[in-house]
C-alpha cells in the first residue's frame, strides 16, 4: 500500500512539474507575444511618411525612384514633405536601400550621411537605418531628403519612414521584423549546432557522414544571409556595410554549401551534375568575393552569377530532398509530401531572385526564407535522427566494449583489460612516472570449491574483490587474471604510500569479514608488492611481486591472517 501510495505521489509530483513549466513557458510567450503585437499603446504621435512626398518641382515622388542617371552614382535627387514635429521626444526613423541620404529641415542640414566606404565595402552601405531627433514645432516644418543612389542600374530605395515618439517608432520597426529574425537565429543556431555535433563525432572517432556538416554549412550560411535581410542586426547595432558585406558573403557560399551536400549524398550522372554544379560554386564564391573585397568589382554587379547558380540548384534540391525522403520511410509515402515542398521551394526561389533584380528589396528574402526551411526541415529531421541512431550505436557499442573488459563475477576488470591497458602503463614507465604493481592470491579456493561448493568459492572471491575495491578506491586499477589472481596497479604520485594504506584497508576488511559467523571460510590474501620508477620494466615488476607475493603466501600457511 505504501509502495503504491508513493508511486501515486510520483506520479502527481512530475504531472505538476510538467503542468507548471509549460504553463510558466506559454505565460512567457503570451506576455512577448501580447506586448510586441498586441498591446500597442497609442501614442500622442505616429505617423508613416511613406507617401506625400514632392519632388523639386512640385510633383509627387515614389520613395523607390531614386536612380542615378550616370554610371558614377553620384547624381543627387531632393525630395519635399511637410511635417509637424510633435511633443518633445519626436524621432524621424527611416532606411536607406542601396543609397545615401542627408536630411535638411527647414534648409538646415541636420544629418549628413557618411558616403566614404572602405573598397571591400563596395558602392553601397546595403540597409542603412537613419535616426535623428527633431525639435518639437506648433507650425510645420519642411523636411527635405537628398538622396544619391550607389548604382546605375537599379534604384535607391527608401522605406520604414515613420516620425513620432522614439520608442513608438522603434516598436513600430521591430515588431513587423522580431517573428522573421527569431527564425533564422534559430535556423542559424540549428546550423551551428550540426556543424559542432559533426567535429564531435569525429574527434569520439564515430562514424559520421560529411552530409551531416555539408548541411549544417548550409543552414548555417543561408540563415545568415536570410537573417540579415531581416535589418534588425542593422538596426539595432548600426554598421549597415558590416552587415551588408557578411549577406553578400553568405549568400555566395550558400550554392557551393548545398552542392557539396549534393556530391556527396547523390548517385550516377546525379552525383556528377553536383561535382560540376560544386566546382563552378566554388569558383564563383572566390572570384566574386575577391573582386569585392579589392574593389574591382561590386558584389552588386557580379551577383548575376550567384542567382544563376540558385536556380540550377533547384533540380539539385529537389533530387536531394527524395534521396532523404527514401532513406526515411518508404519512398511511395513521401513523394507528395517532398513533391509539394519542391514546388514551394522552386516557387519561393524563383520569386525571391526575380524581386531582387526588380529591385523590389521588401519582401524577397522573405520568400527565400520559406524556401530555405522548407528544404531543411526535410534534411535537419533525417540528420538529427541519424545523429540519434549514430549515438544509440555508440552507446551500444561502449557497453559491449565495457562488457568485455570486466569479469562478470566480481565486475572488475580481467585480463583482456589488463592487456588493453597495459601500452598506457608501459608509456607511464618510459616517463620515469612511478608506478606500483601488487600480484595478489587467494589462499584455499581449491579447499572451499571442494568442501563447501563452487557457491561458497565464488562467495570467497567476490569477498576478496569487495576488499580490493574498497582498498584501492583511487589512484589504481584492480584486475581479477583469472581464478585466484589477483593485480593491482597504483598509478598514484606516491605508490608506497597507496600501497601501505591499502593493504592496512584490506586486512582490517578480512578481520571484521572473518567475524560474521555464517561466513562458513576465512579469507586469506596474500600478496606482493613492488615498486617501479624507470628501473625495471612492467614484466619484470610483475615477475618480481609474483615472486614476492609465493613468499608471502608460505608465511601466511604457517600462520593465520
Not at 89 to 97: E, G, S, V, Y
Not at 168 to 190: D, E
Not at 269 to 291: C, D, E, F, P, R
Request: glycine share 6%; charged share 20%.
Amino acid at each position: 500500500m505504501n509502495l503504491n501510495a508513493n508511486k501515486l505521489f510520483q506520479t502527481i509530483e512530475i504531472l505538476l512539474a510538467r503542468i507548471a513549466f509549460l504553463l510558466v513557458l506559454l505565460f512567457s510567450f503570451a506576455a512577448i507575444f501580447y506586448k510586441l503585437f498586441i498591446f500597442m499603446p497609442a501614442p500622442d504621435y505616429l505617423q508613416s511618411l511613406e507617401k506625400g512626398w514632392v519632388d523639386e518641382n512640385g510633383k509627387k515622388f515614389s520613395l523607390g525612384d531614386f536612380d542615378a542617371t550616370t554610371k558614377d552614382g553620384l547624381v543627387s535627387q531632393r525630395i519635399y514633405h511637410t511635417v509637424t514635429p510633435e511633443g518633445i521626444d519626436t524621432a524621424l526613423i527611416f532606411r536607406c536601400r542601396n543609397c545615401f541620404a542627408n536630411v535638411y529641415v527647414d534648409g538646415q542640414l541636420v544629418h549628413e550621411d557618411d558616403m566614404e566606404l572602405a573598397a571591400m565595402y563596395g558602392l553601397s552601405p546595403g540597409s542603412r537605418w537613419h535616426r535623428l531627433s527633431l525639435d518639437s514645432s506648433d507650425k510645420p516644418v519642411e523636411l527635405c531628403l537628398e538622396v544619391t543612389a550607389s548604382f546605375y542600374d537599379s534604384n535607391g530605395l527608401i522605406d520604414n519612414i515613420y516620425i513620432g515618439s522614439s520608442d513608438a517608432v522603434s516598436r513600430k520597426i521591430t515588431t513587423s521584423r522580431v517573428p522573421g529574425f527569431i527564425v533564422n537565429t534559430f535556423m542559424q543556431l540549428i546550423g551551428f549546432v550540426l556543424i559542432v555535433l559533426y567535429a564531435y563525432l569525429r574527434l569520439r572517432a564515430k562514424k559520421v557522414g560529411k552530409d551531416l556538416l555539408y548541411l549544417g554549412c548550409a543552414t548555417f550560411f543561408s540563415s545568415q544571409w536570410s537573417g540579415t535581410e531581416t535589418l534588425l542586426w542593422q538596426f539595432f547595432f548600426g554598421h549597415s556595410e558590416v552587415f551588408h558585406l557578411i549577406g553578400y558573403f553568405s549568400l555566395a557560399v550558400t550554392p557551393l554549401a548545398f552542392g557539396l551536400l549534393a556530391s556527396y549524398r547523390l548517385k550516377g550522372k546525379m552525383q556528377s551534375v553536383s561535382h560540376l554544379y560544386t566546382i563552378v560554386s566554388g569558383i564563383n564564391a572566390i572570384i566574386i568575393s575577391v573582386l569585392n573585397v579589392t574593389g574591382i568589382l561590386e558584389f552588386h554587379y557580379s551577383l548575376v552569377f550567384t542567382h544563376i547558380l540558385l536556380f540550377l540548384l533547384i533540380p539539385i534540391v529537389v533530387k536531394l530532398m527524395l534521396s532523404y525522403a527514401e532513406d526515411l520511410a518508404n519512398p511511395g509515402s513521401s513523394t507528395s509530401v517532398i513533391l509539394i515542398l519542391s514546388g514551394i521551394l522552386a516557387i519561393c526561389v524563383a520569386s525571391a531572385v526575380i524581386k531582387y533584380r526588380n529591385g523590389s528589396y521588401g519582401s524577397f528574402s522573405l520568400y527565400a526564407r520559406i524556401a530555405i526551411l522548407s528544404f531543411l526541415s526535410c534534411l535537419i529531421i533525417y540528420q538529427l535522427n541519424q545523429i540519434a541512431n549514430t549515438f544509440t550505436k555508440s552507446m551500444k557499442a561502449d557497453m559491449l566494449h565495457d562488457l568485455a573488459l570486466t569479469d562478470h563475477l566480481t565486475e572488475l576488470f580481467n585480463r583482456t583489460a589488463f592487456n588493453e591497458h597495459k601500452p598506457d602503463y608501459e608509456h607511464l614507465i618510459d616517463s620515469f612516472s612511478p608506478l606500483g604493481i601488487i600480484q595478489f592470491d587467494v589462499n584455499n579456493l581449491k579447499k572451499v570449491n571442494d568442501t563447501l561448493g563452487h557457491e561458497k568459492g565464488d562467495q570467497l572471491i567476490c569477498s576478496v574483490s569487495e576488499g580490493l575495491k574498497r582498498a584501492f578506491p583511487e589512484s589504481a586499477h584492480t584486475y581479477r587474471m583469472g581464478g585466484d589472481e589477483f593485480l593491482t596497479v597504483i598509478f598514484s604520485y606516491d605508490p608506497d604510500s597507496t600501497y601501505k594504506a591499502g593493504i592496512e584497508a584490506l586486512s582490517a576488511y578480512c578481520e571484521e569479514k572473518n567475524k560474521e559467523p555464517d561466513l562458513g571460510f576465512r579469507i586469506q590474501v596474500a600478496h606482493g608488492y613492488t615498486l617501479i620508477k624507470g628501473n625495471k620494466s612492467l614484466s619484470e615488476a610483475m615477475e618480481e611481486a609474483d615472486s614476492l607475493m609465493y613468499e608471502n603466501k608460505k608465511f601466511l600457511k604457517m600462520s593465520r591472517c
